[in-house]
């Protein structure tokens, strides 16, 4: 199994530890998402893991012109689409009446997702986002987006199980990519993880230890 593959099977089975505990009640505490429930997270989630089912299974022709590091250059804070893309997540999310049903559907997915990882070549080109990549670049993009939201989706779930190591790993690796140069030493993973995708603001005493470099976070959001 490639490094990468094994990533997201790390990122994805910690996810799932924790939509797999989950009963109704709990799935309609807040996330760390703005205006989404937990079930309208996993909604999304679950999108992003189909995402990747279709890109493993979509081999391109054309050249690479994106990498683990060059993938979320498109993807910048945007008001008007965050807003489009939370009310999309809210309304279709709310049509599985029983969270069962999406809890089920998302762990069976991102099941799925995690053995067509293994047996992907890491080298070979695929398409997603309108962007072709490697599949390796791939699936640590997919491992990053999932540690990301594995923080979003525990925020008022105290007791929940914490990301996988090798999730965060793979985020502050993407996070230094692009900020290209390492971040704060006293930070931890998660804290990086949280002040690189604007989820949290940077104090001034972390401002000013960056520099000129401030200016650029959110890193991607």
Excluded: I
Excluded at 90 to 119: I, K
Excluded at 123 to 140: F, I
């Amino acid at each position: 199994m490639s490094t990468e593959a094994r990533a997201l099977r790390a990122a994805y089975g910690a996810a799932s530890e924790v939509v797999a505990g989950l009963g109704d009640e709990e799935s309609w505490l807040p996330s760390g998402c703005t205006g989404w429930a937990v079930r309208d997270l996993v909604f999304h989630c679950l999108g992003d893991a189909q995402r990747g089912l279709v890109a493993l299974h979509t081999p391109s022709p054309k050249r690479v012109d994106r990498d683990a590091v060059t993938y979320w250059q498109d993807w910048r804070p945007n008001p008007v689409g965050a807003a489009n893309g939370r009310r999309w997540a809210r309304v279709n999310g709310s049509m599985f009446l029983d969270f069962g049903q999406l809890r089920g559907l998302y762990l069976e997915t991102l099941a799925a997702a995690g053995h067509a990882a293994e047996a992907a070549d890491p080298a070979r080109r695929v398409a997603t986002q309108g962007h072709v990549l490697t599949a390796g670049d791939l699936l640590t993009t997919l491992a990053v987006e999932a540690t990301v939201h594995h923080l979003d989706l525990t925020v008022a779930l105290p007791h929940a199980p914490g990301p996988a190591s090798e999730g965060l790993a793979a985020v502050r690796a993407t996070l230094d990519g692009l900020l290209g140069r390492p971040a704060l030493p006293q930070w931890s993973d998660a804290h990086y993880a949280r002040v690189g995708t604007g989820r949290s603001p940077l104090t001034e005493a972390e401002r000013a230890a960056l520099g000129p470099a401030a200016d650029r976070f959110p890193l991607f959001g």
